[in-house]
């Protein structure tokens, strides 16, 4: 069984720039979610989804950043106007609900803003 | 708020020593909160390491173990006997049932020394 992939694996961008993430999930898994993770901190959430439906986006920086799933399945995630505070790795994440079970990652992508 | 806090690192055994890296939680807003260990080998996607889903239980997994204590709010990770192939980075985790929101603790990188 195919894991999460993300891509692009790197990016390097100067301020100002837009940049756009992408995830494939686990063929089957209904749930989704986007992490930040800031070097030498653990993952913190930005967006979670459940098919298509954005479930929680409370901690998504709005004005610059969105998320969409439009057919439930793959996923983009858009940096507009990137800022140096926005470097980290994005992580995504699949799950088969929204139960308590585990959730798998993909190997994430290591954004740098200069 | 809801969080995590664990044992700074890099921690540094010497192989067949035996480890444990601390991890207490706040849940003020969480009446029954899981507790995770998730882990990152070099080079891999963060996975589950093992999970506590009831107050009092332990978890155990590759060796590992940890018990879930409501009374102390602690999550600790214990190993008897560390290998070499257990240098990695282990996020412990504050689960929320309602919705699989996960609280990740900043990380604690271990280093096996042969």
């Known amino acids: 069984e195919a894991g999460v992939t993300q891509s692009p694996r790197y990016a390097v961008l100067q301020e100002g720039q837009a940049v756009s993430f992408w995830c494939d999930p686990i063929?089957?898994?209904?749930?989704l979610y986007w992490y930040q993770q800031p070097r030498d901190q653990g993952p913190q959430l930005l967006v979670y989804f459940r098919d298509e439906a954005v479930i929680d986006n409370s901690q998504l920086p709005s004005d610059r950043f969105s998320a969409v799933r439009p057919k439930g399945t793959n996923s983009t995630l858009k940096i507009q106007s990137a800022k140096q505070g926005d470097t980290a790795t994005y992580l995504c994440?699949?799950?088969?609900?929204?139960?308590?079970?585990?959730?798998?990652f993909g190997p994430g992508t290591r954004l740098t803003v200069l | 708020g809801d969080s995590v806090t664990q044992t700074e690192g890099p921690v540094t055994v010497s192989e067949s020593e035996s480890l444990i890296i601390n991890c207490t939680y706040s849940a003020t807003s969480i009446a029954y909160p899981n507790l995770f260990w998730y882990v990152r080998y070099p080079g891999e996607g963060l996975q589950l390491l093992l999970k506590v889903i009831t107050a009092g239980q332990k978890g155990s997994s590759r060796g590992f173990e940890a018990t879930y204590n409501k009374e102390t709010t602690s999550f600790h990770l214990q190993k008897a006997s560390v290998q070499e192939s257990d240098s990695a980075v282990y996020y412990c985790a504050l689960v929320k049932n309602s919705n699989n929101r996960i609280f990740f603790g900043d990380g604690t990188q271990l280093v096996v020394k042969p």
């Open positions: 063929s089957g898994h209904d749930t």
């Open positions: 994440a699949s799950s088969p609900g929204t139960g308590v079970y585990e959730q798998y």
